[in-house]
């Protein structure tokens, strides 16, 4: 089992940036028994739940291809580190509707973006116009 661990979250204003990451810990997150990818999503109170970032962990699946919603093309950049277990999505230009509860999930490549199977607990961000 992987257990996602998000960090770096916080209160910023617009125009601003932040680096939020993502510690998978368990067995390897890039055995493909275990999970291949891994994505950021987020969740605006009131709204679903939605994908913004997704990156292949996995060996099977190529390392390193990646999935970004349009809404966050050009401003969000997703990023890993396979040695530490760790990805990064770092949100520059951020606006007042960035602002939500970001969630890492760890699972397996479909369809061209990451099917979760594994649930971080969430990291807020929230910015002030």
């Known amino acids: 089992q992987v257990q996602p661990v998000e960090s770096g979250g916080g209160s910023v204003q617009a125009g601003g940036s932040l680096r939020l990451s993502c510690a998978a810990s368990g067995p390897s997150y890039s055995s493909p028994y275990n999970s291949n990818c891994m994505g950021w999503f987020r969740q605006a109170p009131g709204k679903e739940r939605e994908g913004v970032a997704h990156i292949t962990t996995g060996i099977a699946t190529g390392v390193g291809d990646t999935w970004y919603a349009e809404s966050v093309s050009g401003r969000f950049t997703i990023s890993q580190d396979n040695a530490k277990k760790t990805v990064y999505l770092q949100i520059d230009s951020l606006r007042p509707e960035d602002t939500a509860m970001y969630y890492c999930?760890?699972?397996?490549?479909?369809?061209?973006?990451?099917?979760?199977?594994?649930w971080g607990q969430g990291t807020q961000v929230t910015v002030s116009s």
């Open positions: 999930g760890a699972g397996f490549w479909a369809g061209g973006r990451c099917q979760p199977v594994y």
